[in-house]
């Protein structure tokens, strides 16, 4: 693989992997732009395991209070009070409707809604629905969410199996209209994403060494690296960014982005 090729993708899938703007809109868009062919599977796992390693380099902190919080909680059996436990165990169960949706709609996601037509419109219609919920965004932190909005949010990740969704959109969505404030729902989509990123690495792995493919190993290692560095400043700058400001850029860009591959889609 090329190396401008391998340092291009690896830079939209660190990019767009974790803002609200669909990384799987952007990994269809440029390779059908510049004509290049499939990047293969291992080149694709590479990239999801680089993004998901700095999104757990990043929240450390987080997800090692967490642990010791949930470890604290079961071996006391003493819950109540315990914010760190009380987070960990409202991830695990936010995604369980994910884990479901994608055993029961793997191959209608896969081999039907993958087209350019549907992450158009799922650009379009989710980045407005974003603008509405960003309109009034709630004050609480990520350790104020309720069993409630937290199975809400859950259950709005599910949603994003279908390409163009953007699963860090529709989870901040959710937790926006649920009363978190832009932080917080940003950074409990970003604790969702740990699990449902090892989960789906896990089972990208497993395709892939049943496949044992021949990798092109050094295009490999710098896309991953590339992939790391850029996915770990895309998380800081977007959570310092929507600190002082709004989602209307993400938008803005989400619904411009819809037109252009409408308009691909039409005269392809």
């Not at 896969?110 to 509405?132: D, H, K, N, P, Q």
């Amino acid at each position: 693989m090329e190396l401008i090729r391998t340092v291009i993708l690896a830079v939209i899938q660190g990019l767009t992997e974790f803002l609200p703007i669909s990384s799987s809109a952007h990994l269809i868009l440029v390779p059908v732009l510049l004509g290049w062919p499939d990047q293969g599977l291992a080149f694709d796992v590479a990239l999801n395991t680089a993004t998901w390693l700095a999104l757990v380099l990043y929240f450390r902190r987080d997800l090692a209070s967490m642990a010791r919080g949930f470890i604290d909680a079961a071996s006391s059996m003493q819950w109540r009070g315990n914010l760190d436990a009380r987070l960990a165990l409202m991830v695990l169960g936010a995604t369980v409707p994910v884990g479901a949706a994608g055993l029961l709609a793997h191959d209608v996601v896969a081999y039907r809604l993958r087209t350019i037509e549907v992450i158009a419109v799922s650009s379009v219609m989710w980045g407005a629905v974003l603008w509405f919920a960003d309109r009034r965004p709630g004050t609480k932190d990520v350790h104020g969410i309720g069993w409630t909005a937290a199975l809400v949010v859950g259950l709005a990740q599910a949603m994003a199996l279908v390409p163009g969704t953007s699963r860090s959109g529709i989870t901040i969505t959710a937790g926006l209209f649920m009363g978190l404030s832009r932080t917080g729902a940003a950074r409990f989509s970003f604790l969702l994403a740990v699990v449902v990123g090892a989960l789906a690495g896990a089972k990208e792995l497993a395709g892939l060494i049943k496949m044992g493919v021949d990798a092109p190993w050094s295009a490999i290692g710098t896309g991953f690296m590339v992939a790391f560095f850029s996915a770990y400043l895309a998380i800081h700058y977007f959570l310092r960014f929507i600190s002082r400001s709004s989602m209307t850029p993400f938008v803005i860009y989400r619904i411009l982005l819809g037109i252009v591959l409408l308009a691909i889609s039409r005269y392809n």
